[in-house]
């Protein structure tokens, strides 16, 4: 389903990673779903702590699990598995000592007057998950079909370097999205506050400043991409690859990332909308951008422009979301920060 089986060491190498990954998804789930409970309890430093613990562990681990111990993809899967089981056992240790709730066992029942306030959040960001990952999907299913097409790429030597490439491209991508959601997500509690004590102008300010901050962020990353993509490559251990991987690699970060600007905004503008309250215009936007736009030209462009159609999807999608987004930003501002 995700592309995974462009030959088969590619497709030996996922297998293997998949298979020992999967054994941490709960210990991954359970700390991704404390850091924001232990947040909102008023400890932000403990919240990063327990992440940047088990962060920093995978870092150590990696090197030696690979390396020393040889056990190669295995070593990389295990060493994250082990890092998300700390960040879980630090946050099952807060819930201990938690500052604003004394946890009972009512706290463990549902209340369905609660259900009902926090689903449509929730499901807003679940949804927003999963078309993103059907988005990539799709993206994924396109660079294997349309790269063995491709006189070079069609070659059995070659054919793992698109999938490989574009890995490496949505690596980045996605560091420079994480710091965009931690600032905007930074801004729910305070807009929360403010909105619930009148201060409409507050929330308003804020949301200027968080547009032209996220908007910051896409232009420092645009930069990097677009004038240091061969050393983005060399982080990434792709230094000593072949010719084509490398000028396949630069010309992916500079085309599939042109308009990351956008993207930024554009999320930054999603997530904003959630600490309003506004969680279904919020997932229709993010569901326009991964289904509609983020799916629909991944599957079509190719058609039309072979492999550079899957790098020409992220931009195109990344644009037109952008031009939907600003009608929304005006309304927000018109309409519901309006003093």
């Given at each position: 389903m995700f592309g995974g089986t462009v030959n088969d060491e590619t497709f030996r190498l996922s297998r293997e990673y998949f298979f020992w990954i999967s054994v941490g998804i709960p210990f991954f789930m359970f700390g991704q779903a404390m850091n924001p409970i232990i947040r909102s309890d008023g400890s932000p430093g403990f919240a990063m702590f327990s992440t940047l613990v088990g962060a920093i562990l995978n870092i150590i681990l990696d090197p030696i699990f690979i390396f020393i111990f040889k056990w190669g993809m295995m070593g990389a899967a295990v060493a994250t598995v082990i890092g998300q089981v700390v960040t879980a056992l630090l946050a099952i240790r807060?819930?201990?000592?938690?500052?604003?709730?004394?946890l009972t066992k009512k706290s463990f029942i549902l209340d369905k007057s609660l259900i009902k306030k926090f689903l449509p959040l929730g499901m807003c960001s679940f949804l927003s998950q999963i078309s993103l990952v059907m988005a990539m999907a799709a993206v994924n299913n396109m660079i294997h079909k349309y790269g063995a097409m491709n006189p070079v790429f069609g070659q059995a030597n070659y054919a793992q370097i698109p999938m490989a490439v574009v890995g490496i491209v949505m690596k980045f991508f996605q560091i420079v999205i994480s710091i965009v959601v931690g600032m905007a997500a930074g801004c729910i509690p305070i807009v929360g506050y403010n909105i619930g004590a009148g201060r409409k102008d507050r929330a308003k300010g804020l949301f200027t400043r968080l547009l032209i901050a996220e908007g910051s962020v896409g232009v420092?990353?645009?930069?990097?991409?677009e004038f240091l993509p061969r050393e983005l490559l060399k982080i990434f251990g792709a230094a000593n690859e072949s010719l084509y991987y490398t000028e396949f690699g630069i010309r992916a970060f500079r085309v599939y990332l042109c308009m990351v600007v956008f993207a930024c905004i554009n999320k930054a503008t999603f997530?904003?909308?959630?600490?309003?309250?506004l969680a279904f215009i919020s997932t229709g936007l993010s569901m326009i951008r991964e289904v509609v736009f983020g799916m629909g030209f991944a599957l079509a462009l190719p058609y039309f422009f072979g492999l550079d159609g899957v790098l020409y999807s992220m931009p195109v999608s990344d644009i037109l979301t952008f031009m939907i987004s600003i009608i929304v930003i005006v309304y927000t501002y018109k309409m519901r920060l309006n003093i």
């Amino acid at each position: 389903m995700f592309g995974g089986t462009v030959n088969d060491e590619t497709f030996r190498l996922s297998r293997e990673y998949f298979f020992w990954i999967s054994v941490g998804i709960p210990f991954f789930m359970f700390g991704q779903a404390m850091n924001p409970i232990i947040r909102s309890d008023g400890s932000p430093g403990f919240a990063m702590f327990s992440t940047l613990v088990g962060a920093i562990l995978n870092i150590i681990l990696d090197p030696i699990f690979i390396f020393i111990f040889k056990w190669g993809m295995m070593g990389a899967a295990v060493a994250t598995v082990i890092g998300q089981v700390v960040t879980a056992l630090l946050a099952i240790r807060y819930l201990f000592y938690m500052k604003a709730v004394k946890l009972t066992k009512k706290s463990f029942i549902l209340d369905k007057s609660l259900i009902k306030k926090f689903l449509p959040l929730g499901m807003c960001s679940f949804l927003s998950q999963i078309s993103l990952v059907m988005a990539m999907a799709a993206v994924n299913n396109m660079i294997h079909k349309y790269g063995a097409m491709n006189p070079v790429f069609g070659q059995a030597n070659y054919a793992q370097i698109p999938m490989a490439v574009v890995g490496i491209v949505m690596k980045f991508f996605q560091i420079v999205i994480s710091i965009v959601v931690g600032m905007a997500a930074g801004c729910i509690p305070i807009v929360g506050y403010n909105i619930g004590a009148g201060r409409k102008d507050r929330a308003k300010g804020l949301f200027t400043r968080l547009l032209i901050a996220e908007g910051s962020v896409g232009v420092v990353a645009l930069l990097i991409v677009e004038f240091l993509p061969r050393e983005l490559l060399k982080i990434f251990g792709a230094a000593n690859e072949s010719l084509y991987y490398t000028e396949f690699g630069i010309r992916a970060f500079r085309v599939y990332l042109c308009m990351v600007v956008f993207a930024c905004i554009n999320k930054a503008t999603f997530i904003y909308l959630q600490s309003l309250g506004l969680a279904f215009i919020s997932t229709g936007l993010s569901m326009i951008r991964e289904v509609v736009f983020g799916m629909g030209f991944a599957l079509a462009l190719p058609y039309f422009f072979g492999l550079d159609g899957v790098l020409y999807s992220m931009p195109v999608s990344d644009i037109l979301t952008f031009m939907i987004s600003i009608i929304v930003i005006v309304y927000t501002y018109k309409m519901r920060l309006n003093i």
